[in-house]
């Protein structure tokens, strides 16, 4: 038996440095060659890349495991169970459902409790349910680390989906930072699977009791939103808006290493302690405390209400932060905007903000603007000749102006006109060095108040724009303009 986790304990750190080789290779050819790549062909590098992290992982697992290795169709099946559930459940749950987009970068709190009580406990009873529902039973799940083997396929799986989802919905990525973020995601992600996997294993092998699977899941709940909350805010530690990808593989690589060693160990020490007795003395501390361990099967009733009742809390919570917002009033108008957003200054605009802890320099953005109706309006003209005109008037205000669409709409019940159209920002001058200019997305709404138009404008990077027609509609709801 313990040949077995000789090999998990050997091999993890060879996949982990194959893993993270490949991901240094990818970013200096593309840093040095700087390919020109758009649309299909860059999505379809990208989607490669996406796929290689976790093909080597599984690659280097098997090149080292030569005494017993797992059945490669079911190590395989459960990795691509573990991405279709991102697909179908994971992703449509945080986006659609919860919207974390929205809200979960408000602040700091708001991030770490988000991220455990929504993100981790979605992500770790996913994870839990692709090993349970699939292997748990199996003869071949017959020893307690092959739960950490299969946790960790069900991870890949989930981040190999999530990465892919973020290369299409994007149009693609840069290769070199696009490398860095799917490295990140499979590493941490197998890191967080075999979490769930060891929790499995002692459960089905040492029948732990009634408390040990929903107090494990909640506890790689935790660690799955600290976790995932520093490696969202750690490549943008320094001065300034600079990102450094590297320091997000550094962390990544330390929490997967230091997780699967932790994990192996304390397998090893329950497999050369033998059962019963023995290995209840080997056990944690936490095992001593459990209540009907070595007694009791886990019932699946217990592990659903605790999610049940962390998601719960998850949507009321986020109901609150999505809640708070702030009023400004400016040129006539009033505008209840999110607290969390940044005003700032917009020139020839009565007032401005935009979403600095979400999207950085580059977050989506609400400006309001009051002009004459005689400078916007031709003589004679119709609301559409208006808009017209402001598309004209937008064309010197952004760089690399693109009119989209020109149509007619209703604000508050009242006739109005809304101009789409694309244009590139340029970075503040207090950034650092490299950054690149964004393609944003945005539409400005007209609406006439006596002898003056009244414009609500709203703009996001390109990749965003969609996912945020909910924040759109909102603010436009929440926009008041004189009669």
Same mark, same amino acid.
């Given at each position: 038996?313990?040949?077995?986790?000789?090999?998990?304990?050997?091999?993890?750190?060879?996949?982990?440095? /194959?893993?993270?080789?490949?991901?240094? %290779?990818?970013? #200096?050819?593309?840093? +040095? !060659?700087?390919?020109? =790549? $758009? @649309?299909?062909?860059?999505?379809?590098?990208?989607?490669?890349?996406?796929?290689?992290?976790?093909?080597?992982?599984?690659?280097?697992?098997?090149?080292?495991?030569?005494?017993?290795?797992?059945?490669?169709?079911?190590?395989?099946?459960?990795?691509?169970?573990?991405?279709?559930?991102?697909?179908?459940? /994971?992703?449509?749950?945080?986006?659609? %459902?919860?919207? #974390?987009?929205?809200? +979960? !970068?408000?602040?700091? =709190? $708001? @991030?770490?409790?988000?991220?455990?009580?929504?993100?981790?406990?979605?992500?770790?009873?996913?994870?839990?349910?692709?090993?349970?529902?699939?292997?748990?039973?199996?003869?071949?799940?017959?020893?307690?680390?092959?739960?950490?083997?299969?946790?960790?396929?069900?991870?890949?799986?989930?981040?190999?989906?999530?990465?892919?989802?973020?290369?299409?919905?994007?149009?693609?990525?840069?290769?070199?930072?696009?490398?860095?973020?799917?490295?990140?995601?499979?590493?941490?992600?197998?890191?967080?699977?075999?979490?769930?996997?060891?929790?499995?294993?002692?459960?089905?092998?040492?029948?732990?009791?009634?408390?040990?699977?929903?107090?494990?899941?909640?506890?790689?709940?935790?660690?799955?939103?600290?976790?995932?909350?520093?490696?969202?805010?750690?490549?943008?530690?320094?001065?300034?808006?600079?990102?450094?990808?590297?320091?997000?593989?550094?962390?990544?690589?330390?929490?997967?290493?230091?997780?699967?060693?932790?994990?192996?160990?304390?397998?090893?020490?329950?497999?050369?302690?033998?059962?019963?007795?023995?290995?209840?003395?080997?056990?944690?501390?936490?095992?001593?405390?459990?209540?009907?361990?070595?007694?009791?099967?886990?019932?699946?009733?217990?592990?659903?209400?605790?999610?049940?009742?962390?998601?719960?809390?998850?949507?009321?919570?986020?109901?609150?932060?999505?809640?708070?917002?702030?009023?400004?009033?400016?040129?006539?108008?009033?505008?209840?905007?999110?607290?969390?957003?940044?005003?700032?200054?917009?020139?020839?605009?009565?007032?401005?903000?935009?979403?600095?802890?979400?999207?950085?320099?580059?977050?989506?953005?609400?400006?309001?603007?009051?002009?004459?109706?005689?400078?916007?309006?031709?003589?004679?003209?119709?609301?559409?000749?208006?808009?017209?005109?402001?598309?004209?008037?937008?064309?010197?205000?952004?760089?690399?102006?693109?009119?989209?669409?020109?149509?007619?709409?209703?604000?508050?019940?009242?006739?109005?006109?809304?101009?789409?159209?694309?244009?590139?920002?340029?970075?503040?001058?207090?950034?650092?060095?490299?950054?690149?200019?964004?393609?944003?997305?945005?539409?400005?709404?007209?609406?006439?108040?006596?002898?003056?138009?009244?414009?609500?404008?709203?703009?996001?990077?390109?990749?965003?724009?969609?996912?945020?027609?909910?924040?759109?509609?909102?603010?436009?709801?929440?926009?008041?303009?004189?009669?």
């Amino acid at each position: 038996m313990t040949s077995h986790v000789k090999v998990a304990r050997e091999s993890t750190w060879v996949q982990i440095a /194959g893993v993270v080789v490949f991901a240094a %290779l990818v970013y #200096v050819l593309a840093n +040095l !060659t700087h390919p020109q =790549l $758009t @649309g299909a062909p860059l999505i379809a590098v990208g989607i490669v890349l996406a796929v290689v992290p976790a093909g080597l992982w599984l690659w280097l697992f098997y090149d080292e495991d030569r005494f017993e290795p797992e059945p490669r169709q079911l190590v395989i099946g459960v990795f691509v169970l573990g991405a279709l559930l991102a697909y179908a459940v /994971g992703q449509p749950a945080l986006r659609s %459902l919860f919207r #974390v987009q929205d809200w +979960l !970068t408000t602040n700091a =709190l $708001t @991030g770490i409790l988000g991220s455990i009580l929504v993100v981790g406990f979605i992500q770790q009873f996913l994870l839990y349910a692709t090993v349970r529902y699939s292997i748990f039973y199996s003869s071949e799940f017959d020893q307690r680390v092959d739960g950490i083997i299969y946790g960790a396929a069900a991870g890949l799986g989930y981040a190999t989906m999530m990465n892919i989802l973020y290369i299409v919905q994007n149009n693609g990525v840069d290769l070199g930072i696009g490398v860095m973020r799917v490295t990140v995601e499979a590493l941490s992600l197998a890191s967080l699977g075999g979490i769930s996997g060891y929790f499995l294993a002692r459960a089905k092998f040492d029948k732990m009791g009634p408390v040990w699977l929903p107090l494990g899941l909640a506890m790689a709940a935790a660690l799955n939103g600290l976790i995932e909350f520093a490696l969202d805010e750690v490549p943008t530690l320094g001065a300034g808006f600079g990102f450094n990808p590297w320091y997000g593989l550094v962390l990544a690589v330390i929490i997967a290493g230091v997780v699967f060693t932790l994990l192996i160990e304390t397998i090893h020490r329950l497999e050369t302690a033998g059962a019963g007795a023995a290995a209840a003395q080997q056990g944690s501390v936490l095992d001593k405390v459990l209540v009907g361990e070595g007694k009791q099967e886990e019932p699946e009733w217990v592990v659903w209400a605790v999610v049940a009742v962390a998601l719960i809390v998850g949507w009321l919570f986020a109901s609150y932060i999505q809640g708070q917002t702030r009023t400004a009033t400016a040129g006539g108008m009033t505008l209840s905007y999110p607290s969390s957003w940044t005003t700032t200054k917009d020139s020839g605009a009565d007032f401005a903000a935009y979403d600095l802890s979400r999207g950085g320099i580059y977050g989506a953005r609400v400006s309001l603007w009051s002009e004459a109706k005689s400078d916007v309006f031709p003589a004679q003209g119709t609301l559409d000749d208006a808009a017209a005109n402001w598309g004209m008037m937008l064309q010197s205000h952004h760089e690399g102006f693109r009119l989209l669409n020109i149509e007619r709409t209703q604000a508050q019940g009242r006739e109005a006109a809304q101009v789409e159209y694309a244009y590139l920002a340029s970075p503040p001058q207090s950034t650092s060095s490299g950054t690149m200019p964004a393609l944003m997305h945005a539409v400005d709404t007209l609406v006439v108040g006596g002898d003056r138009v009244y414009v609500l404008a709203f703009a996001a990077q390109s990749q965003d724009y969609s996912s945020l027609a909910g924040l759109r509609d909102q603010l436009l709801a929440n926009w008041h303009v004189p009669q």
